[in-house]
């Protein structure tokens, strides 16, 4: 069946770098929208980024538009995300969610955890 | 454009629960569900307004009208307990947006 598991999550101080993976399993990759979610630790959910099955549209949420860039390798179904200039309020885990649409999300990892600390 | 929830539910064991979204209009986008249940990722419940994926009971239902959007789960059971997130496409910011969760409890 369909499997996300994310990587790459770590402590980080302020102002560093991370970049997120996300490896795809069970289904054809390169068909399907995929997106970034992150979810403070006992708060809601908030969308990150999508990417088109293509990988040539990407969307990036306003807060961190400039800072995150996400990307994809249909080859190696592989999803990423590159985090730069990291804040405290990027502490979160990060999800990895399949797109049946660019917003609907039925497939998810169970996360990686970015913690940006000093 | 902003969603907003209720921050908590409390429902009895086989009573019927019924979550609101709000939003401007919202009856004029499609509306979708997520279930999260402690510790675990999101599950989709719910998309296109009243679409229940494969697998979801059909205890589970939703509509959408107005300025609220609704997923109404009949004959609760304790494993429904859970926070339940609404879900919106904005096309005038071309942004994902999430409600701020419902925590649904089982009495």
């Known amino acids: 069946q369909a499997q996300l598991v994310e990587s790459g999550g770590a402590l980080v101080k302020p102002g560093g770098s991370l970049r997120l993976s996300c490896a795809a399993s069970?289904?054809?990759?390169?068909?399907?929208?995929m997106s970034w979610i992150r979810q403070v630790p006992g708060r809601g959910l908030e969308w990150v980024a999508h990417?088109?099955?293509?990988?040539?549209?990407?969307y990036i949420a306003d807060s961190v538009k400039g800072r995150f860039t996400i990307s994809r390798d249909n080859a190696e179904n592989s999803l990423f995300l590159q985090m730069d200039t990291l804040r405290a309020d990027d502490t979160a885990l990060y999800y990895c969610?399949?797109?049946?649409?660019?917003?609907?999300?039925?497939?998810w990892g169970q996360g990686t955890m970015v913690t940006v600390s000093a | 454009y902003v969603l907003t929830q209720p921050p908590t539910l409390s429902v009895a064991p086989g009573k019927t629960a019924t979550m609101a979204c709000g939003g401007d209009?919202?009856?004029?986008?499609?509306v979708h569900w997520y279930q999260q249940r402690p510790g675990q990722a999101p599950v989709l419940v719910m998309h296109?307004?009243?679409e229940r994926p494969s697998g979801i009971p059909d205890r589970f239902s939703g509509s959408n009208s107005g300025n609220t959007a609704t997923l109404t789960i009949t004959r609760v059971e304790a494993g429904d307990e859970a926070d339940y997130y609404c879900?919106?496409?904005?096309?005038?910011?071309?942004?994902?947006?999430f409600g701020g969760g419902t925590k649904l409890t089982v009495l």
């Open positions: 969610a399949r797109g049946l649409r660019a917003d609907i999300f039925d497939v």
């Open positions: 069970g289904f054809p990759f390169s068909d399907y929208y």
């Open positions: 990417i088109s099955s293509s990988g040539a549209t990407p």
């Open positions: 209009e919202i009856g004029h986008k499609s």
């Open positions: 296109y307004d009243i």
């Open positions: 879900q919106v496409w904005d096309s005038s910011s071309d942004h994902v947006l």
